[in-house]
C-alpha cells in the first residue's frame, strides 16, 4: 500500500438525480455508490476522509455499516460551499493526496494507477469529449496545465475546447496546505472550486500535469439516466469476473447479480436469474426467472420461477418452481412446485408435495417448522406453527397439521368426509 492519503467529496445534493435521497446513498449493484468508491480507495490508501454536507448523518451511517476505518469531516456549505470549500477542514497523513468524487462509482483502483506514477506537484484528469457542455475546460500549454475554466464560467473561445476536467486530481500535501486558504468565491456560483489551484499554482510556476483516463472508469453520476448506464457497466463487470471464474451464465445480458455475490465450483445461471445480497452460490443450478436474496445454495437446484427469501440455507436440495422459501434450512430436500416453506427446518429424503403451506404467522408472532427425515407431505397440506414432524412420517394430501407433534412413523391424516347431493347442479341453475 502506498503513502497516499485520498479525500472523497461526497457533500453535494444531487438535485439532477430528482430524489430526497443524497446522490451518493443511490445503490449501483446492491451498494451504495460511494461504497463502490472507497472499497477501491482502500486498495491504495490506508487514510481515507469522506467530506460530508447534505444528509450527513445518513450518509455517515450507512458507510459506517460497511467500513470501520474511514475518517468523516463535515463540510461548512453555508460559509464555503463547492469543491474548493471541502477541503478547508481536512488533514491527511501522507505527502501524496488524491482527491475523488463521491458519484464516480466505477473507478477501480488499477484505474488510480497513473495518480501515482507521477512525481508532479499536482497531476488532474482529463478525458476529451465530442460534446464537452457541462464540463469544465481544461486549457494546456507547452509547459502542461495552464488553468481550468468551469463551463458556467467559459468563453465561447473556452467552451469549444475539447479536454474537459473529470474531476480527480493527486496533490502533494504541501500544495493542498499554501493554496486551498488562498481560493476565493469570485466567480458567477460564488463557490469556492478547487480548480482554482491550478491558477495559484501556474502563478507560481509549480509543475501541473493532465493525466488523461477513459471516460467509463471516471464516469459522473448525476442523473437517474446516468445511474441506469453505470448500473449496466457495473453489472457487466461483475458478471465478466464470475464467468472467468468459472460460473456458466446463459443469456448474461438478462442475469442480475449484486456486489456481494459469491460463487464457488461450477455453477449454472439461466436467463433472467437475479441474485442479491450475500448470497453464496456452491456448485449450484439456478433456473431461470428464480430469485435468490441473501441466502447459502449449496449443491442444489433452484426453479425456474422461484424465490428464495433471506437468511435461507438449501443443501443438495431441489425447490421447483413457484416454490418459496424465506428464513428456512433445507437439506437433501425436494419441493418440486407451488409451495411455500417459511421459518422451515427440514432433513433429507423429505418431498413437499404442490401447494403445500408453512404457516408460520400468527399475525403478531412468527413460528417455526421442524420437518424431519424421510417425511412425505401430500399435496395442499397446511403445517400449523409451530410444529415439529418426526422422521419417517406421511401427511396425507389435504390435511392441516394443526397438533404440535407428529410422531415417527405415523401417518397424520385430516380429511372430512366428502358429501355428494344428487341432482343438486340441475336444482342449482334450474334445468331438468
Same mark, same amino acid.
Given at each position: 500500500?502506498?503513502?497516499?492519503?485520498?479525500?472523497?467529496?461526497?457533500?453535494?445534493?444531487?438535485?439532477?438525480?430528482?430524489?430526497?435521497?443524497?446522490?451518493?446513498? /443511490?445503490?449501483?449493484?446492491?451498494?451504495?455508490?460511494?461504497? /463502490?468508491?472507497?472499497?477501491?480507495?482502500?486498495?491504495?490508501?490506508?487514510?481515507?476522509?469522506?467530506?460530508?454536507? /447534505?444528509?450527513?448523518?445518513?450518509?455517515?451511517?450507512?458507510?459506517?455499516?460497511?467500513?470501520?476505518?474511514?475518517?468523516?469531516?463535515?463540510?461548512?456549505?453555508?460559509?464555503?460551499?463547492?469543491?474548493?470549500?471541502?477541503?478547508?477542514?481536512?488533514?491527511?497523513?501522507?505527502?501524496?493526496?488524491?482527491?475523488?468524487?463521491?458519484?464516480?462509482?466505477?473507478?477501480?483502483?488499477?484505474?488510480?494507477?497513473?495518480?501515482?506514477?507521477?512525481?508532479?506537484?499536482?497531476?488532474?484528469?482529463?478525458?476529451?469529449?465530442?460534446?464537452?457542455?457541462?464540463?469544465?475546460?481544461?486549457?494546456?500549454?507547452?509547459?502542461?496545465?495552464?488553468?481550468?475554466?468551469?463551463?458556467?464560467?467559459?468563453?465561447?473561445?473556452?467552451?469549444?475546447?475539447?479536454?474537459?476536467?473529470?474531476?480527480? &486530481?493527486?496533490?502533494?500535501?504541501?500544495?493542498?496546505?499554501?493554496?486551498?486558504?488562498?481560493?476565493?468565491?469570485?466567480?458567477?456560483?460564488?463557490?469556492?472550486?478547487?480548480?482554482?489551484?491550478?491558477?495559484?499554482?501556474?502563478?507560481?510556476?509549480?509543475?501541473?500535469?493532465?493525466?488523461?483516463?477513459?471516460?467509463?472508469?471516471?464516469?459522473?453520476?448525476?442523473?437517474?439516466?446516468?445511474?441506469?448506464?453505470?448500473?449496466?457497466?457495473?453489472?457487466?463487470?461483475?458478471?465478466?469476473?464470475?464467468?472467468?471464474?468459472?460460473?456458466?451464465?446463459?443469456?448474461?445480458?438478462?442475469?442480475?447479480?449484486?456486489?456481494?455475490?459469491?460463487?464457488?465450483?461450477?455453477?449454472?445461471?439461466?436467463?433472467?436469474?437475479?441474485?442479491?445480497?450475500?448470497?453464496?452460490?456452491?456448485?449450484?443450478?439456478?433456473?431461470?426467472?428464480?430469485?435468490?436474496?441473501?441466502?447459502?445454495?449449496?449443491?442444489?437446484?433452484?426453479?425456474?420461477?422461484? /424465490?428464495?427469501?433471506?437468511?435461507?440455507?438449501?443443501?443438495?436440495?431441489?425447490?421447483?418452481?413457484?416454490?418459496?422459501?424465506?428464513?428456512?434450512?433445507?437439506?437433501?430436500?425436494?419441493?418440486?412446485?407451488?409451495?411455500?416453506?417459511?421459518?422451515?427446518?427440514?432433513?433429507?429424503?423429505?418431498?413437499?408435495?404442490?401447494?403445500?403451506?408453512?404457516?408460520? &404467522?400468527?399475525?403478531?408472532?412468527? &413460528?417455526?417448522?421442524?420437518?424431519?427425515?424421510?417425511?412425505?407431505?401430500?399435496?395442499?397440506?397446511?403445517?400449523?406453527?409451530?410444529?415439529?414432524?418426526?422422521?419417517?412420517?406421511?401427511?396425507?394430501?389435504?390435511?392441516?397439521?394443526?397438533?404440535?407433534?407428529?410422531?415417527?412413523?405415523?401417518?397424520?391424516?385430516?380429511?372430512?368426509?366428502?358429501?355428494?347431493?344428487?341432482?343438486?347442479?340441475?336444482?342449482?341453475?334450474?334445468?331438468?
Amino acid at each position: 500500500m502506498t503513502s497516499l492519503s485520498i479525500v472523497i467529496l461526497a457533500a453535494g445534493k444531487g438535485s439532477r438525480m430528482k430524489s430526497d435521497k443524497a446522490k451518493v446513498l /443511490h445503490d449501483i449493484s446492491g451498494k451504495p455508490m460511494l461504497y /463502490h468508491i472507497i472499497k477501491e480507495s482502500q486498495k491504495l490508501s490506508n487514510d481515507i476522509t469522506v467530506v460530508v454536507a /447534505h444528509q450527513k448523518e445518513r450518509v455517515i451511517e450507512s458507510m459506517q455499516h460497511y467500513f470501520d476505518n474511514i475518517a468523516f469531516v463535515v463540510q461548512d456549505a453555508d460559509n464555503f460551499p463547492g469543491t474548493g470549500g471541502a477541503l478547508k477542514n481536512v488533514r491527511v497523513k501522507h505527502e501524496k493526496l488524491l482527491v475523488l468524487n463521491g458519484d464516480m462509482p466505477l473507478i477501480t483502483a488499477t484505474s488510480l494507477q497513473g495518480f501515482l506514477e507521477n512525481d508532479a506537484d499536482i497531476i488532474m484528469s482529463i478525458f476529451d469529449l465530442k460534446d464537452p457542455s457541462g464540463y469544465g475546460r481544461v486549457v494546456i500549454s507547452d509547459s502542461g496545465v495552464e488553468r481550468i475554466v468551469e463551463d458556467k464560467d467559459a468563453s465561447e473561445a473556452e467552451k469549444k475546447i475539447t479536454h474537459v476536467n473529470a474531476g480527480i &486530481y493527486a496533490f502533494k500535501k504541501e500544495i493542498l496546505e499554501t493554496y486551498v486558504p488562498q481560493i476565493d468565491n469570485n466567480n458567477a456560483q460564488e463557490e469556492y472550486y478547487l480548480t482554482d489551484i491550478i491558477a495559484l499554482a501556474n502563478r507560481d510556476q509549480r509543475s501541473i500535469s493532465p493525466l488523461l483516463i477513459d471516460e467509463e472508469h471516471f464516469m459522473g453520476v448525476n442523473s437517474k439516466a446516468d445511474l441506469a448506464q453505470a448500473e449496466s457497466i457495473m453489472q457487466q463487470r461483475i458478471k465478466e469476473y464470475w464467468m472467468r471464474q468459472g460460473v456458466i451464465m446463459q443469456l448474461p445480458e438478462s442475469i442480475y447479480i449484486e456486489e456481494g455475490v459469491t460463487f464457488e465450483g461450477e455453477s449454472l445461471l439461466e436467463n433472467g436469474v437475479r441474485l442479491t445480497g450475500n448470497s453464496h452460490i456452491v456448485t449450484s443450478h439456478i433456473k431461470a426467472h428464480s430469485v435468490i436474496e441473501q441466502s447459502s445454495i449449496v449443491n442444489s437446484s433452484v426453479g425456474p420461477l422461484a /424465490h428464495v427469501r433471506p437468511q435461507s440455507k438449501l443443501n443438495n436440495t431441489h425447490i421447483g418452481n413457484f416454490v418459496e422459501v424465506k428464513k428456512s434450512t433445507l437439506n437433501g430436500v425436494k419441493a418440486g412446485h407451488l409451495s411455500y416453506l417459511g421459518d422451515t427446518i427440514a432433513d433429507e429424503g423429505t418431498n413437499i408435495g404442490a401447494g403445500v403451506i408453512t404457516c408460520n &404467522y400468527d399475525g403478531k408472532k412468527k &413460528y417455526q417448522t421442524v420437518i424431519g427425515k424421510n417425511v412425505f407431505i401430500g399435496s395442499d397440506s397446511q403445517l400449523v406453527a409451530p410444529v415439529e414432524i418426526e422422521d419417517d412420517v406421511l401427511i396425507a394430501a389435504g390435511t392441516t397439521v394443526s397438533c404440535a407433534k407428529v410422531n415417527k412413523g405415523s401417518l397424520a391424516i385430516d380429511r372430512t368426509p366428502m358429501k355428494q347431493v344428487e341432482n343438486f347442479f340441475y336444482k342449482f341453475f334450474g334445468t331438468k
